[in-house]
T-cell receptor, first 109, second 117 residues
Framework: GQNIDQPTEMTATEGAIVQINCTYQ??????LFWYQQHAGEAPTFLSY??LDGLEEKGRFSSFLSRSKGYSYLLLKELQMKDSASYLC??????????WGAGTKLIIKP | EAEVAQSPRYKITEKSQAVAFWCDPI?????LYWYRQILGQGPELLVQ????????DSQLPKDRFSAERLKGVDSTLKIQPAELGDSAMYLC???????????????FGPGTRLTVL
């Protein structure tokens, strides 16, 4: 079966750095997405990785290792507004998006 | 910036009633998705359209749910009759596809929060 694993919840301090991990086992691979979802709102697109390596976008970076079935989202200089759930999703060989359950990130002052 | 539109934003209904949700995707996006999301879980795909055709509705409870995209633009999702377990966030998303080197990134509307009493 297809599976995406990410931690259920993480806590970090304002101004710090946090890394949210995602491991996946899917039927094929056509890219990995990270989305941010604030409570009661819809997911918003953060990043896309299809090749191994690090993609940097401002305070957010996303890393992919296809051989290990592994990705992480790195958030720097954490702000209170970064408190949200972060969803990892993989596009499989049929171009179907397989979603993880999300990681709830709690930022403390 | 182009956005996916959805209405209503909130819907409260009694069980056994009919409800309908509307979605207008980003202009030019051929693929449209309806998802259901329960608190603490990832989105669950209900139905996927490519233009006006259904590509995947394997997870759609067809005894009570229906979806259409008659002209290949906006779409309607209907539940009849609603059940208590249908309370959830219903999300619509659209994507451009992978042609022309696209990444098939899905962009979401604001969602409809359904409460069934």
């Amino acid at each position: 079966g297809q599976n995406i694993d990410q931690p259920t919840e993480m806590t970090a301090t304002e101004g710090a750095i946090v890394q949210i991990n995602c491991t996946y086992q899917t039927s094929g691979f056509n890219g990995l997405f990270w989305y941010q979802q604030h409570a009661g709102e819809a997911p918003t697109f953060l990043s896309y990785n299809v090749l191994d390596g690090l993609e940097e976008k401002g305070r957010f970076s996303s890393f992919l290792s296809r051989s290990k079935g592994y990705s992480y989202l790195l958030l720097k200089e954490l702000q209170m507004k970064d408190s949200a759930s972060y969803l990892c999703a993989v596009l499989d060989s049929n171009y179907q998006l397989i979603w993880g359950a999300g990681t709830k990130l709690i930022i403390k002052p | 910036e182009a956005e996916v539109a959805q209405s209503p934003r909130y819907k409260i209904t009694e069980k056994s009633q009919a409800v309908a949700f509307w979605c207008d995707p980003i202009s030019g996006h051929a693929t449209l998705y309806w998802y259901r999301q329960i608190l603490g879980q990832g989105p669950e795909l209900l139905v996927q359209f490519q233009d006006e055709s259904v590509v995947d509705d394997s997870q759609l409870p067809k005894d009570r749910f229906s979806a259409e995209r008659l002209k290949g633009v906006d779409s309607t999702l209907k539940i009849q009759p609603a059940e208590l377990g249908d309370s959830a966030m219903y999300l619509c998303a659209s994507s451009q596809g992978v042609s022309d080197g696209g990444t098939d990134t899905q962009y979401f509307g604001p969602g409809t929060r359904l409460t069934v009493l």
